[in-house]
C-alpha cells in the first residue's frame, strides 16, 4: 500500500510541545505582546518565495525536476492560480473509495535553497507548522521523510543530510490522502505549505520535551515541571530556581499566587536552561475541575462565552498571519467573548500564546471530521456515520490526531478543554486516542459532541466528561438534560445560534436557560466570521468557481464578515454576552414635527388589486411605485423554508384579488385574497382607505389561509423618490431589530438614511434594517405614519424582491427610488439555516389588524 493510503509518518520527530529555543545570550523580544521567535538566533525562517510545479499525479514527480514558477510560502496553492477554489460542507470532495484515492490527485512540487553555517556538535530541525493534506519532503535531493495531519507540526532532523553551504529543500504536496477522510470539515477545501517552515538549531543534547501543570493550595501556586529529555534542566521562576534532572520532576512553590482566568489573565514567566540554550514559556496558574454537574475554574464556577473560530482571511484563505490572529483576538475581548472552539483542527501555535496572554479559554480540538461519510451512498444518513467510528482501521490515524493535539499545546494555560474532533459518531476507532489524551493529561476534561449521533451504549462513556449538543431546541435541553435524572455531567453548547446571515435570534433565550441553570457551562456561537473570497467585486463564495460539487453560501455564516466588520448578529452576541437578555419597550413620545405639511391629498386606487397607485399632496406625486401588500422576504435561515413558501404555496407569486369594492368621495372598502395560480388564496385580508385633508388612514386586517404554515410578514411596501431618503422612528434601534433579536437595541427615537440603513455586509443580499415594535416613521419631506398599535418598517435603497433574488451583493442593482416597508407583522430571524425551528411566539399572528394613519 502506498504511503499517502497509511496513516504513517515517516521520519517525523516525536510529537512535542510547542517552543522555540534561544540562544543564552539572545534578546528576547515580544510582539503582538507574545515572544517574537524571529529574536532568537537559533531560528531560522524559511518562509519566503519558493519554486512550485503542479503535477497531476504523484508519480510524475522527480525529485530532480525543473521547478520554474513561483509561490509564496506560506500560502494556498488555489489562490495563486492553482488547481480550483472549492467550498464544500459535509461532503468528500472524490469518490468514496477507502482506502484509496483518485488516480488524478493533484501535487506540488515546491523547492527552495537556503544557506547553512553547519557546526559540529549542533542538530538542525525543519518544522513545517500546516501542510494539507500530506508532504514527502527530500533534502539535497535525498528522501527524508513523509508526514501528514494538515493542521500539526511536522519536524525533521535533518543533521545528517544538510551540508555546510547551500542547501535544498524538495517538498512535494499532496492535495488528498488517506488523512482527508478525517479532515471533511465544513470549510474551503485549500492545499500547500499554508503555514510556517522555519528551522530550528539546537545543541546535539537538548530539551526534547515537558509537561507544565500547576495547581492551587490556599493563597500558593504549586508549578510542576515534568521533563522528558534525556538532560537535566534548570528553571527559574519569579526569582526561584529548581533543576529538573533528565526524566525527573521538580517543583516551585509561589507564594500568594496571582491566578490566571480570562478576566484577570496573569501570568509568570519560567526559563528553562540546559547546553547553552534558554526556552521562554508562560505560565498561567489555574485549576479546571467538574465539581458534580458544574464545570469550575479555579473553584469558581464558569460560563464560557464562546465562538467557533476557522483559520480564514478573505485573501489568503487558510493562511493567516500573526496580525490576523491578533486582530481576531482583541476583537473577540471587544465584543465580550471569552472562549473559542478551535473548528475543527489545532490553530497555529501562537494563537495559543495570544490566548494565554490576553485571556481566552480554548476548547482545543483534534484536527478530525469524517462527516463525508453520513453521505457516501447519495443520503445523509447517521448510521454510515457509525460505520466508520467502529471501523478499527480509521484507529491509528484518529490515535496519532489525538496525541499530536495534546502533545503540542498541553502546556498553554488558555487550553482548559481538550476535544476529540468534529461530526464523526463514536466508536473503537476513537478508543487509542481518547484513552491516550487520558492517560497523558487528566488535569483538562475530554469534551466530544459526537456521542449525540453514537450508538448508545456509548454515550455515558468515561472517555468525555461532559454532554455537548449542537443547535437543540431548548424543550430538548430542558428534557434531554435538565430535567433528566440520568445526566450528571455539565452542559455545553459547541455549536448554537447558526450566524448565517441576518441571524442569531435565539441568543437571548439560550443565554436566559444558561444563567440560571448551573449546569450549563455556556457555549459557542457558530461562527466567528463569514469565509468569502475577496474579489474586485466583492465576495465569492461556493459555486462561484465553477467548482461541480459546492455547498453555495454556507459558508458564510459568522457573526462578522469576511475582512471583519461587525454584523447586527455580533453585537447581539455582545450584548447578551454582557449579561443583558432583554430589551424593553419604554415610554418614548413620538418628536413635535418640524415639517411643512401638505393642506390636501388625493390618491387613485386600482380597485382591482386595491394597490394605491397616486398620492398627490398639494398636486406633487408622492409615490415612485405602487403601494402594495408585501408578504416574502429572504434570509439565510428562511432556506429550508423556501420549499414550503416558494415551491409549494407560491407566495412570490401571489396577487391580490378584490371580491367588493365599496366606494364615497373620501373612502375605500375593500375586501379580497391574496393567492397563487393553481392554489388558494393564502390571505384574506380587509382593508379601508380614509382621506381626510392631508392624512391617509388605512386599516388592514389579514387571515392566514389553514394549509400556509407560516408567512414570513405581512406589510406593504412602496417606493418614493430618493431625494427622501433619510428618515427617522420611534423603535427599536439604531440597528436592525426583530421580534426575536433586539437586545442589543434600545428602545428610542433615531434618525437614519436608506443607504446606512441596509447593511450591504451580508455576501448575499437579505432582509435588513428592519425596526421592531414602532410607534412612528417619518420619511424626511414627505409623511409621517403613527399606528394604534406597534409595527415594523425599514426604509432601504433596494426592494424586498430585490434582496430575495439577489445572489450577491455587489450584483445589486441601484433604483432611482427608496423602498419603504412598513409590517403589521414581521416573522422572527431565529436561526434555522442549521439551528432549531422558530419558537411558535415569534411567527407572526394568523390574524391581525392594525390602523395605520399617514400624514403628508
Given amino acids: 500500500m502506498k504511503e499517502y493510503e497509511r496513516f504513517d509518518r515517516i521520519g517525523t520527530t516525536p510529537h512535542r510541545s510547542y517552543y522555540i529555543p534561544f540562544a543564552q545570550e539572545d534578546v528576547v523580544r515580544t510582539k503582538h505582546s507574545i515572544l517574537d521567535r524571529t529574536s532568537s538566533s537559533r531560528f531560522t525562517s524559511l518562509d519566503g518565495v519558493w519554486q512550485i510545479k ?60 537556503f544557506n547553512l ?86 545543541p546535539e543534547e537538548h530539551i526534547t520535551d515537558y509537561k507544565i501543570e500547576t495547581r492551587i493550595s490556599d493563597k500558593d501556586g504549586i508549578f510542576k515541571f515534568i521533563n522528558e529529555s534525556p538532560v537535566d534542566v534548570t528553571i527559574t521562576l519569579d526569582d526561584k530556581t529548581t533543576v529538573a534532572p533528565a526524566g525527573k520532576e521538580a517543583e516551585i512553590v509561589i507564594d500568594d499566587v496571582k491566578l490566571w482566568t480570562a478576566d484577570e489573565p496573569n501570568l509568570y514567566t519560567a526559563q528553562l536552561y540546559a547546553n547553552n540554550e534558554k526556552i521562554i514559556e508562560s505560565v498561567g496558574f489555574r485549576e479546571v475541575s467538574i465539581d458534580g454537574k458544574v464545570f469550575k475554574i479555579n473553584g469558581e464556577p464558569v460560563k464560557l462565552k464562546g465562538v467557533n473560530r476557522h483559520d480564514f482571511h478573505c485573501e489568503t484563505a487558510a493562511t493567516v498571519s500573526l496580525e490576523d490572529l491578533a486582530k481576531d483576538i482583541h476583537l473577540m475581548k471587544e465584543l465580550n467573548v471569552n472562549a473559542v472552539r478551535t473548528s475543527h483542527y489545532p490553530n497555529s501555535p501562537e494563537f495559543y500564546m495570544l490566548c494565554d496572554t490576553f485571556g481566552i479559554y480554548v476548547m482545543d ?91 448508545s451504549k456509548y454515550y455515558y462513556t468515561e472517555l468525555v466528561d461532559m454532554v455537548s449538543m449542537m443547535y437543540p431546541s431548548f424543550e430538548k435541553i430542558r428534557e434531554d438534560v435538565l430535567e433528566n435524572e440520568k445526566e450528571t455531567r455539565p452542559f455545553v453548547l459547541c455549536e448554537y445560534t447558526h450566524a448565517m446571515g441576518n441571524s442569531c435570534g435565539d441568543i437571548a433565550e439560550y443565554w436566559d436557560m444558561i444563567y440560571n441553570n448551573e449546569q450549563m457551562m455556556g457555549g459557542f456561537i457558530w461562527e466567528w466570521a463569514d469565509h468569502g473570497i475577496k474579489t474586485d467585486q466583492g465576495f465569492l463564495y461556493g459555486g462561484d468557481f465553477k467548482e461541480p460539487e459546492h455547498d453555495g453560501n454556507f459558508c458564510a455564516d459568522g457573526l462578522l464578515t469576511p475582512d471583519r466588520k461587525l454584523k447586527s448578529n455580533a453585537l447581539e452576541m455582545k450584548a447578551v454576552y454582557s449579561g443583558k437578555t432583554h430589551s424593553e419597550v419604554c415610554k418614548i413620545d413620538a418628536p413635535a414635527s418640524t415639517y411643512k405639511f401638505s393642506s390636501t391629498i388625493n390618491i387613485e386606487v386600482n380597485e382591482h388589486t386595491g394597490e394605491i397607485t397616486s398620492i398627490k399632496a398639494d398636486g406633487n406625486e408622492v409615490l415612485r411605485t405602487p403601494i402594495h401588500f408585501n408578504i416574502i422576504r429572504y434570509t439565510d435561515n428562511d432556506r429550508d423554508l423556501v420549499a414550503h413558501w416558494i415551491d409549494r404555496c407560491h407566495l412570490e407569486a401571489c396577487k391580490s384579488h378584490i371580491f367588493s369594492c365599496e366606494k364615497t368621495e373620501n373612502t375605500y372598502k375593500f375586501t379580497g385574497v391574496l393567492a397563487a395560480n393553481c392554489l388558494m388564496p393564502a390571505v384574506e385580508f380587509e382593508l379601508k382607505y380614509e382621506v381626510l385633508a392631508n392624512t391617509l388612514i388605512a386599516t388592514i386586517s389579514y387571515k392566514i389561509a389553514d394549509y400556509i404554515e407560516s408567512l414570513p410578514r405581512f406589510g406593504i411596501e412602496f417606493g418614493v423618490d430618493k431625494s427622501h431618503g433619510n428618515f427617522s422612528y420611534v423603535g427599536f434601534g439604531p440597528t436592525e431589530s426583530y421580534v426575536d433579536k433586539h437586545v442589543a437595541c434600545e428602545y428610542g427615537y433615531y434618525v437614519s438614511s436608506a443607504e446606512e440603513n441596509y447593511d450591504r455586509e451580508y455576501i448575499r443580499p437579505q432582509e435588513s434594517g428592519s425596526h421592531y415594535a414602532c410607534k412612528y416613521l417619518a420619511v424626511k419631506d414627505l409623511f409621517k405614519v403613527t399606528a394604534d398599535l406597534p409595527f415594523s418598517c425599514s426604509v432601504n435603497p433596494f426592494t424586498t424582491e430585490q434582496l430575495r433574488t439577489t445572489l450577491h451583493s455587489f450584483e445589486l442593482e441601484e433604483n432611482d427610488f427608496v423602498n419603504v416597508c412598513i409590517d403589521l407583522a414581521m416573522r422572527g430571524v431565529g436561526s434555522k439555516s442549521c439551528g432549531p425551528d422558530l419558537p411558535p411566539e415569534y411567527e407572526i399572528p394568523k390574524t391581525y389588524s392594525n390602523t395605520f394613519k399617514f400624514v403628508f
Avoid at 172 to 193: A, H, M, N, P
Avoid at 371 to 381: F, K, V
Wanted: aromatic letters at 14%.
Fill in 54 to 113: 503542479q503535477l497531476d499525479h504523484v508519480e510524475d514527480f522527480n525529485v530532480n525536476e525543473k521547478v520554474d514558477e513561483s509561490i509564496p510560502v506560506p500560502s494556498c496553492v488555489q489562490m495563486h492560480g492553482f488547481d480550483q477554489i472549492q467550498y464544500l460542507n459535509t461532503r468528500y470532495p472524490f469518490p468514496v473509495m477507502l482506502p484509496h484515492l483518485p488516480y488524478e490527485n493533484p501535487c506540488w512540487h515546491y523547492r527552495r535553497t
Fill in 117 to 202: 553555517k553547519k557546526q559540529s556538535g549542533e542538530r538542525y530541525y525543519i518544522n513545517f507548522e500546516g501542510v494539507d493534506s500530506a508532504f514527502y519532503i527530500y533534502i539535497n535531493g535525498e528522501f527524508k521523510g513523509y508526514s501528514q495531519i494538515s493542521h500539526s507540526t511536522s519536524e525533521f532532523d535533518i543533521t545528517d543530510l544538510a551540508v555546510n553551504g547551500e542547501n535544498t529543500i524538495d517538498v512535494l504536496v499532496l492535495k488528498w490522502c488517506i488523512s482527508t477522510y478525517l479532515e471533511c470539515q465544513d470549510k474551503f477545501r485549500f492545499s500547500g505549505i499554508f503555514r510556517n517552515v522555519y528551522m530550528l538549531t539546537r
Fill in 365 to 455: 480540538e483534534a484536527d478530525l471530521e469524517m462527516h463525508g461519510a453520513c453521505s457516501r451512498d447519495g443520503r445523509y444518513e447517521i448510521d454510515l456515520w457509525k460505520e466508520y467510528a467502529e471501523n478499527e482501521f480509521f484507529t491509528p490515524g484518529i490515535t496519532d490526531r489525538h496525541a499530536a493535539l495534546v502533545e503540542r499545546d498541553k502546556n498553554r494555560p488558555s487550553v482548559i478543554i481538550w476535544s476529540l474532533g468534529n461530526e464523526s459518531s463514536f466508536g473503537k476507532a476513537f478508543f487509542g486516542g481518547a484513552n491516550y489524551i487520558k492517560r497523558r493529561d487528566n488535569t483538562r476534561p475530554v469534551h466530544y459532541e459526537g456521542l449525540q449521533n453514537a450508538d
